[in-house]
């Protein structure tokens, strides 16, 4: 199915589509468009390179170029001993309050989690303060590396009155899920997401080399009383995750 996706991005190439400028670039730019349109799907397997440049008609150069570059943006992924894959970029509206894991689902990806720690102690001034609970309550922190198509996208930490999950019972992969079973529901969060670079220890977790660029959020979700419910903290891999914001104008 998806040779005639290549065998077609050869064809517009030979018509001398898209654009001017090297012939690496134009095949970057047909890939990207075919990424970006959904006609290759995150997790598909690019041909060998020998396979590709016969596929679009291009030199084997070519073709590694195009994927460096592609590589270098985020949209493509090198596996080692594996192959390259399409990694696209998971784009996350401001505007909607979804769980990773029912997000992830609504895209098509399967998602999952590794722990890191589970675990219920004292609320501390910070969580007490976040979370409007008193010093003597308890709160419930849940660390895990947040994966989609056992990829890592994100580490994150989410901390939550204890009274509101089970701690005796796995909630599985949704947070969210579980709150919801003791009818406090999130309908509302305030987000603030800003730009960073990954330390060693978020390197080595995300996979991503140090340095990397990374988006760093912090969430405080609230119930329908207007009650905070959750305060959380994400690192999302900048290589994978995008932000976007619907603004109107008045």
């Known amino acids: 199915m998806f040779s005639a996706v290549f065998a077609s991005l050869g064809q517009e190439l030979a018509r001398g589509s898209p654009g001017q400028g090297p012939l690496y670039v134009r095949l970057a730019t047909c890939l990207r468009q075919a990424i970006q349109q959904g006609r290759l799907s995150v997790g598909v397997p690019l041909p060998p390179e020998r396979d590709l440049a016969q596929l679009v008609s291009v030199s084997r150069q070519t073709v590694r170029k195009a994927v460096e570059e592609l590589t270098q943006e985020g949209l493509l992924k090198v596996r080692q001993g594996s192959g390259t894959f399409v990694a696209g970029r998971l ?3 401001l505007t909607e309050l ?3 894991s029912d997000d992830m689902r609504r895209r098509g990806l ?5 722990w890191l720690k589970r675990e219920i102690e004292q609320a501390n001034t910070q969580e007490a303060f976040a979370l409007s609970l008193s010093l003597t309550e308890r709160v419930c922190r849940v660390n895990r590396v947040r994966l989609a198509n056992d990829e890592p996208i994100a580490i994150e ?3 939550v009155a204890a009274v509101l999950v089970d701690f005796r019972t796995d909630f599985g992969d949704s947070l969210y899920g579980a709150i919801r079973d003791r009818g406090r529901a999130p ?3 305030l987000q603030r997401v800003r730009a960073g670079i990954a330390n060693e220890s978020v390197a080595q977790t995300l996979e991503v080399p ?3 660029p990374v988006l760093e959020m912090e969430r405080f979700s609230y119930s329908a009383d207007g009650k905070p419910v959750e305060w959380t903290r994400s690192t999302y891999r900048g290589d994978m995750y995008d932000y976007v914001v619907e603004m109107r104008i008045p």
């Open 110 to 114: 399967t998602p999952s989690s590794i």
């Open 98 to 100: 979804a769980s990773f």
């Open 91 to 93: 784009v996350e509206p």
């Open 157 to 159: 930490l989410a901390v």
């Open 187 to 189: 309908v509302r969060a």
């Open 210 to 212: 140090l340095g990397s």
